[in-house]
């Protein structure tokens, strides 16, 4: 069993930044991955960003690219997430997640996932 801990959300004012950091307590493979899903109120748990664990390959949904960062650093096994530019539309409680068998049909699909953290509220004021 692997628990991971996120950190760093909070309240910022539009166009403001925050940092988010997800530890796993156990090891993150190579063949793993690692993301950051969101959900806000009243609405579905979506997909944010994927990072791959053995080549640090990236993926974004189009409401972030371009403003948030996914990185890692393996030997803590503990991943990132950078958000600038924020909106109020970004306003959600976010979960990092680990999936053990990742493929990439299934690097968006929250149901994929063996592991989630507790999430985190980032809100964004207007």
């Known amino acids: 069993q692997v628990e991971l801990v996120e950190s760093g959300g909070g309240l910022v004012q539009a166009g403001g930044s925050l940092r988010l950091s997800c530890t796993a307590s156990g090891p993150v493979y190579r063949s793993n991955v690692m993301a950051w899903f969101r959900q806000a109120p009243g609405k579905e748990r979506e997909f944010v960003s994927v990072i791959r664990w053995s080549d640090g390959r990236t993926y974004y949904s189009d409401s972030v690219k371009g403003r948030f960062t996914i990185s890692k650093d393996s030997a803590k096994n503990t991943v990132y997430l950078q958000m600038n530019n924020l909106k109020p539309d970004d306003t959600a409680v976010y979960y990092c997640?680990?999936?053990?068998?990742?493929?990439?049909?299934?690097?968006?699909?929250?149901?994929?996932?063996?592991?989630w953290g507790q999430g985190t509220q980032v809100t964004v004021s207007s």
């Open positions: 997640a680990l999936d053990r068998g990742a493929i990439l049909s299934t690097y968006r699909v929250a149901s994929a996932y063996d592991y």
